[in-house]
């Protein structure tokens, strides 16, 4: 074979390389899409929690009582969902621990234990912020009713409400303490 012909021929191996990448990747969305279907996943999906300010009524944890949205009326909420499981939550909660020692005048954290597998007060305790208020998430597949009305997938999930206790902002997935700081400034106007 002849340079041009090598060349050729490595430029017809690029592009079948290329091709079986997309169709690959076109199966594994498929894929996700489907057991996204299957399992009930979506935005408004099975549960009794709810987004709305005057549903939003949970249990609280570690004590007797209920936890309601409507209570934290005239400051900014910040809802951490977390569980005993979840590593990436073992990665932000420290970040959120100090972010709230530093807001506790400003805006309130809540602590929601959400698909539960185990004890529920392993994130509070060993991060020390058993002082926020913390509730059990309900309903849903277990136990997971606002998270899943949410749209959350999997954990940490967080959701940012407004002092009138309006949904304003939602994150799926980990939240590095500096991208909190950022929000919370971009969001509420507090100065962190």
């Not at 191996?13 to 290329?18: E, S």
């Not at 009713?145 to 009138?164: C, E, K, S, V, W």
Request: with cysteine.
């Amino acid at each position: 074979m002849n340079r041009r012909e090598l060349a050729r021929a490595k430029r017809r191996k690029v592009a079948r390389q290329r091709r079986l990448v997309w169709a690959a990747g076109g199966l594994l969305v498929a894929l996700l899409t489907t057991l996204a279907l299957a399992s009930g996943g979506g935005g408004g999906g099975g549960g009794t929690g709810s987004t709305e300010i005057e549903a939003w009524d949970l249990p609280r944890l570690g004590g007797e009582g209920r936890v309601q949205l409507a209570d934290f009326r005239g400051k900014p909420v910040v809802a951490n969902f977390f569980a005993s499981w979840c590593t990436s939550c073992d990665f932000e909660l420290p970040g959120f621990r100090r972010v709230s020692e530093e807001l506790k005048d400003e805006v309130t954290f809540v602590g929601i234990a959400s698909l539960e597998a185990g004890d529920p007060m392993t994130m509070p305790e060993r991060h020390d912020i058993t002082w926020w208020t913390l509730a059990r998430d309900v309903g849903g597949r277990d136990g997971s009713g606002l998270h899943d009305n949410l749209g959350g997938r999997g954990m940490p999930i967080t959701a940012f409400y407004d002092a009138q206790g309006n949904l304003v902002d939602f994150v799926g997935g980990a939240l590095p303490e500096d991208d909190l700081r950022a929000r919370l400034r971009t969001l509420y106007g507090v100065e962190v």
